[in-house]
């Protein structure tokens, strides 16, 4: 987290600035990036890639870690820090880079210059440091991901609070006028002047009070409340006016919590104006003092709203016209009317594929009941030919003369598919009567040794088969190539640990 050395910046080259940004393209979806990932991410040969990794990694842009299952790089702040001010010097909004004029729990501020020369500053957003790790107690940042890297929260930061300066802005707030924004940097006014924290005398007193508790009322009015309204956040120019600055923490009046962040801003001042200069005033505002005239937390997405308050605060505005309403249940009807046509339709579908079924059976009883004798007997004549034919060990006690006897007959069949499904197939079909003079014995059986096994239960165990073995490949590949996996690099470094630490416990 140390100063930022922007000397490098120079010197770096295209492919340098190419590789910054496939390990963070990478650190999307990985903790630490392979260089074999990065190559591919920035299309560039591997060697030439692992001399870059190694330069960067030098110069601390990036850092080399060995993690559990594989060893890989990771972008540092400085790293990200380059990404955003070659963006921004490419715009022309950043030309110069100068001191740093502040420090904050979650941010570092600069002075810069742009290409006319004139001064603006610089915040870069710096959320993980140890002193405010809190995260989920303070910010909605996470909302329901369960882990987020540190970059990655300081840009939803930087975006948050450009968002917010812009929106307080445009609406006539003494706040510094927002320039351009890239990833955790923030580029607006440079004001002249100092924090609250550090002025110990002031002519009017009691105009500053009123000024601030003014401004927290019009900030309840527009919908949002601050969070953190205090003598650090308050900018005193050279002309004694106050600006209000830092708006990454902002919430809705509408929050659960609302009414204690607007008490905790309002006991923040009359503390301080108490402490330092001695002035305390029977006269504070009160949460119940808003009365809404704008809706800068449903423009911005604060925290604590959700669409239903959304559309509410829109309808009490007048933002949104009853016909529109209308107009939208109007169509949810028609939406549920559709929806329950298509359902109509397809039971009726379900219907008539039940009906068709149900005739194709019915098509096939009249069918067998009105074959003739002659035709039966032909029948018959051409199973005994397939059957004859199909058949290739077949131990016939009698002979084929006497097959079609009820009295003498007595089939032996083995290793044979075909039988089994021609009399589960083809018999079937028969009348009752005539199947009872075709198979009336008690001595005709049929073996066979081929698989009886259902062919849906065939395809699962194939496909649970390719699946496991899809699954061992790709557990394979993730292991890094050229050097050693680093759990088995582990394992040996405690090996060679203990072999060395034997001689002091006095073991053998």
Same mark, same amino acid.
């Given at each position: 987290?140390?100063?930022?050395?922007?000397?490098?910046?120079?010197?770096?080259?295209?492919?340098?600035?190419?590789?910054?940004?496939?390990?963070?393209?990478?650190?999307?979806?990985?903790?630490?990036?392979?260089?074999?990932?990065?190559?591919?991410?920035?299309?560039?040969?591997?060697?030439?890639?692992?001399?870059?990794? #190694?330069?960067?990694?030098?110069?601390?842009?990036?850092?080399?870690?060995?993690?559990?299952?594989?060893?890989?790089?990771?972008?540092?702040?400085?790293?990200?820090?380059?990404?955003?001010? #070659?963006?921004?010097?490419?715009?022309?909004?950043?030309?110069?880079?100068?001191?740093?004029?502040?420090?904050?729990?979650?941010?570092?501020?600069?002075?810069?210059?742009?290409?006319?020369?004139?001064?603006?500053?610089?915040?870069?957003?710096?959320?993980?440091?140890?002193?405010?790790?809190?995260?989920?107690?303070?910010?909605?940042?996470?909302?329901?991901? /369960?882990?987020?890297?540190?970059?990655?929260?300081?840009?939803?930061?930087?975006?948050?609070?450009?968002?917010?300066?812009?929106?307080?802005?445009?609406?006539?707030?003494?706040?510094?006028?927002?320039?351009?924004?890239?990833?955790?940097?923030?580029?607006?006014?440079?004001?002249?002047?100092?924090?609250?924290?550090?002025?110990? /005398?002031?002519?009017?007193?009691?105009?500053?009070?009123?000024?601030?508790?003014?401004?927290?009322?019009?900030?309840?009015?527009?919908?949002?409340?601050?969070?953190?309204?205090?003598?650090?956040?308050?900018?005193?120019?050279?002309?004694?006016?106050?600006?209000?600055?830092?708006?990454?923490?902002?919430?809705?009046?509408?929050?659960?919590?609302?009414?204690?962040?607007?008490?905790?801003?309002?006991?923040?001042?009359?503390?301080?104006?108490?402490?330092?200069?001695?002035? !305390?005033?029977?006269?504070?505002?009160?949460?119940?003092?808003?009365?809404?005239?704008?809706?800068?937390?449903?423009?911005?997405?604060?925290?604590?709203?959700? #669409?239903?308050?959304?559309?509410?605060?829109?309808?009490?505005?007048?933002?949104?016209?009853?016909?529109?309403?209308?107009?939208?249940?109007?169509?949810?009807?028609?939406?549920?009317?559709?929806?329950?046509?298509?359902?109509?339709?397809?039971?009726?579908?379900?219907?008539?594929?039940?009906?068709?079924?149900?005739?194709?059976?019915?098509?096939?009883?009249?069918?067998?009941?009105?074959?003739?004798?002659?035709?039966?007997?032909?029948?018959?004549?051409?199973?005994?030919?397939?059957?004859?034919?199909?058949?290739?060990?077949?131990?016939?006690?009698?002979?084929?003369?006497?097959?079609?006897?009820?009295?003498?007959?007595?089939?032996?069949?083995?290793?044979?598919?075909?039988?089994?499904?021609?009399?589960?197939?083809?018999?079937?079909?028969?009348?009752?009567?005539?199947?009872?003079?075709?198979?009336?014995?008690?001595?005709?059986?049929?073996?066979?040794?081929?698989?009886?096994?259902?062919?849906?239960?065939?395809?699962?165990?194939?496909?649970?088969?390719?699946?496991?073995?899809?699954?061992?490949?790709?557990?394979?590949?993730?292991?890094?190539?050229?050097?050693?996996?680093?759990?088995?690099?582990?394992?040996?470094?405690?090996?060679?640990?203990?072999?060395?630490?034997?001689?002091?416990?006095?073991? !053998?």
């Amino acid at each position: 987290m140390g100063k930022l050395n922007v000397t490098i910046l120079r010197y770096l080259t295209r492919d340098d600035f190419r590789v910054l940004t496939a390990i963070e393209m990478g650190m999307k979806n990985h903790e630490l990036v392979p260089a074999s990932l990065a190559a591919q991410i920035a299309n560039l040969r591997y060697g030439g890639v692992h001399k870059l990794l #190694k330069e960067l990694c030098k110069h601390k842009l990036l850092s080399y870690e060995r993690g559990k299952h594989y060893d890989g790089y990771r972008l540092t702040n400085a790293g990200y820090d380059y990404l955003a001010l #070659k963006v921004l010097a490419q715009r022309g909004i950043i030309n110069s880079f100068g001191n740093q004029i502040g420090v904050g729990k979650e941010s570092n501020i600069y002075i810069v210059a742009n290409d006319n020369g004139d001064q603006v500053c610089l915040k870069l957003h710096r959320l993980g440091r140890t002193c405010f790790r809190n995260i989920k107690g303070k910010r909605d940042y996470h909302q329901h991901r /369960k882990s987020a890297s540190w970059l990655y929260l300081s840009r939803i930061s930087a975006t948050r609070e450009y968002a917010y300066m812009k929106a307080l802005f445009d609406r006539g707030f003494p706040v510094p006028e927002p320039i351009d924004f890239n990833r955790h940097c923030v580029v607006m006014e440079l004001v002249e002047g100092g924090p609250l924290c550090g002025v110990y /005398k002031i002519d009017d007193v009691e105009s500053l009070y009123d000024e601030l508790m003014n401004m927290i009322v019009k900030l309840g009015n527009h919908g949002v409340i601050h969070g953190d309204f205090n003598e650090f956040n308050i900018m005193i120019t050279n002309s004694g006016k106050a600006i209000l600055i830092d708006f990454p923490q902002m919430i809705s009046t509408e929050h659960v919590d609302a009414k204690f962040y607007f008490e905790r801003d309002v006991n923040c001042v009359r503390d301080f104006f108490k402490r330092r200069f001695g002035y !305390e005033s029977e006269l504070y505002p009160m949460f119940e003092d808003i009365l809404r005239e704008d809706c800068i937390d449903v423009e911005i997405k604060a925290s604590g709203l959700t #669409k239903q308050m959304e559309k509410d605060l829109l309808k009490e505005m007048g933002m949104i016209e009853i016909e529109d309403e209308e107009i939208e249940e109007e169509c949810k009807e028609n939406v549920d009317e559709e929806n329950s046509i298509n359902d109509s339709e397809i039971n009726n579908l379900r219907l008539q594929v039940e009906n068709s079924v149900r005739n194709e059976f019915t098509s096939e009883e009249t069918f067998v009941n009105a074959v003739t004798n002659e035709e039966k007997n032909l029948f018959v004549s051409s199973t005994e030919n397939h059957i004859i034919a199909g058949v290739k060990n077949i131990d016939i006690c009698n002979s084929n003369e006497n097959m079609m006897n009820p009295n003498s007959h007595n089939l032996n069949v083995t290793n044979n598919e075909e039988t089994n499904s021609f009399f589960t197939t083809e018999t079937s079909n028969l009348d009752d009567e005539y199947v009872e003079t075709l198979s009336d014995s008690k001595s005709i059986y049929s073996t066979t040794t081929a698989a009886t096994i259902a062919p849906e239960i065939i395809k699962k165990k194939v496909k649970a088969a390719l699946q496991k073995r899809e699954k061992r490949d790709q557990s394979r590949r993730i292991l890094v190539k050229g050097e050693a996996n680093a759990v088995t690099r582990i394992r040996r470094e405690n090996r060679d640990t203990i072999k060395q630490s034997t001689g002091i416990w006095g073991w !053998e």
